[in-house]
């Protein structure tokens, strides 16, 4: 666990492929999905925060804080991780934030420790894997959230890779790319309960 690491849970999806509803409160072997991920995360990081705009109600038993967006609503991603980089600022002790996504119950164990080790010079590093880039799993300097705050407010494009090709960044290469499958469809959800299961 890295103490001067926060960790965000992205949870602001509208599960259109899901059929709607909150998809990080979707059951998988018997736990709500984002309880997995809370579970995988909370050894890598000093605290933990969730970037939702359900009801904060909904997630009061996992007794993390519970992030919306700031308005205007529909902005992605970025909008998450900029409430999650102005509440690792106000804590006063985080010197990096690191997002996960909600959805995707297998990221690796090592992932704070993997990123924050990939290059000391980036500003930004984002996992990648396969040959593709993941660029909801992150770390971020607490410090970038002025810059972050200033591209929104700006009309800038809305895409996470936009905004991280912007400033200084580097990718960090993880081998096993089903360590970032993520959970979109009723047939995910089913595939997942078979990998756990089969573990």
Known sequence: ???????????????????????????????????????RLK???????????CDPELLADTSLPVLPDAPPAGRGPLAGILAGLEWAAAEGEASHLVTVAADTPFFPLDLVARLRAADPEAAIVLASSGGRQ??????????VKN?????LRNDNP?????????????????????????????Q????????????
């Open 43 to 53: 050894p890598q990081v000093g605290k933990i925060a969730i970037s939702a705009n």
């Open 134 to 143: 993941h660029p909801v799993f992150g770390l971020w300097p607490v410090e």
């Open 1 to 39: 666990m890295t103490e001067n690491i926060a960790g965000l849970i992205l949870a602001g999806g509208a599960s259109r492929r899901m059929g709607g509803g909150d998809k990080s409160l979707m059951s998988l072997t018997g736990k709500r999905l984002i309880d997995h991920v809370i579970e």
């Open 158 to 186: 809305l895409k996470v890779a936009a905004f991280v090709e912007s400033r200084k960044n580097a990718s960090c290469s993880f081998d096993d790319d089903g360590a970032f499958f993520n959970i979109n469809t009723p």
């Open 188 to 199: 995910d959800l089913a595939e997942a309960e078979k990998r756990l299961v089969a573990q």
């Open 147 to 151: 810059a972050l705050g200033d591209w």
